[in-house]
């Protein structure tokens, strides 16, 4: 009689946690369907123009610009698209996850304090700042699947794609689009939201560039302290792990490693956004 006591108050605090969870993911769902022309747009455009000018103009050159393509050489053996689309998949689930977390956080710890607002519902804190980590995860898979499309057909040679293992492809997804999640709380928490854009310009797109996204890592080998160096990138593992998963003829990154250090990315990030989070809402 006493342990039926006990757990029902204990079944209803986690009903109702579960109750103002959803609450918040279904507002956010509802916001982001107000704005999903916005959000498209954003996702595509910057893959699209990149796919554009070095997967279908630049083949098609003629003339002396022709012999000086400078993406003919890039595939080692196989066609440049076959190279960029796991990465560009990688570029729309970072840029997406980030975007989702670290602007609207910029906006929410401004002047008019829009955070206390949703900190007031029946939830941990913290628990918050796991709901923004999940939705954006959802917002950066839907990025992926939008530019997968685009990065096969866009391309004047299409990208040869051949997934060797769902729950691999699945995996990597998942933990790819967490971590994004992670870093745009940790970037959103760390820095002033009048900053937001300048952290973009110096954080964001360095590692992007650096995220063997347009080469695979191995390519690397001939400038070693590079290779190295950009270990402490994850969208190097995120890049990887999708090349990996979806073109595995090309070089890669071993699948166990690449896993291994997703999940250390996101729970590094994790703790450190979720602990930024509590000093700049409870601080």
Same mark, same amino acid.
């Given at each position: 009689m006493m342990t039926v006591t006990a757990a029902a108050p204990m079944t209803s605090k986690s009903v109702q946690y579960m109750r103002a969870f959803m609450g918040l993911f279904i507002r956010d769902v509802y916001v982001l369907r107000r704005e999903l022309?916005?959000?498209? $747009?954003?996702?595509?455009?910057?893959?699209? #123009?990149?796919?554009? *000018?070095?997967?279908?103009?630049?083949?098609?050159?003629?003339?002396?610009?022709?012999?000086?393509?400078?993406?003919?050489?890039m595939g080692g053996g196989a066609a440049f698209s076959t190279v960029l689309l796991p990465g560009l998949m990688a570029v729309a689930i970072m840029f997406s996850g980030i975007a989702a977390v670290a602007l609207p956080l910029a906006q929410e710890f401004g002047i008019t304090r829009e955070i206390d607002d949703r900190v007031m519902c029946p939830l941990p804190v913290a628990a918050v700042a796991i709901e923004k980590i999940i939705?954006?995860?959802?917002?950066?898979? $839907?990025?992926?699947?939008?530019?997968?499309? #685009?990065?096969?057909? *866009?391309?004047a040679t299409h990208a040869k794609t051949e997934v060797s293992s769902w729950l691999f492809l699945a995996a990597v997804l998942v933990l790819a689009s967490l971590t994004a999640g992670a870093l745009g709380l940790t970037i959103g928490t760390a820095v002033k939201p009048q900053q937001i854009g300048?952290?973009?310009?110096?954080?964001?797109?360095?590692i992007t560039f650096l995220g063997c996204v347009y080469y695979p890592w191995a390519a690397l080998t001939h400038i070693r302290w590079l290779q190295i160096g950009v270990l402490v990138n994850p969208i190097v593992y995120m890049s990887e792990g999708l090349r990996a998963a979806l073109t595995p003829?090309?070089?890669?990154m071993n699948p166990?490693?690449?896993?291994?250090?997703l999940v250390v990315f996101l729970v590094l990030l994790t703790w450190l956004g979720i602990r930024g989070f509590l000093r700049r809402v409870i601080g």
């Open positions: 022309f916005p959000f498209v $747009i954003r996702v595509c455009m910057n893959p699209l #123009l990149f796919l554009f *000018v070095f997967t279908y103009v630049i083949p098609h050159l003629s003339g002396p610009a022709s012999s000086a393509n400078p993406t003919a050489s939705f954006s995860a959802i917002q950066s898979m $839907i990025a992926a699947a939008i530019v997968f499309p #685009l990065a096969y057909y *866009v391309p300048l952290i973009f310009g110096v954080v964001v797109i360095p003829s090309l070089p890669h166990l490693l690449i896993l291994t250090m």
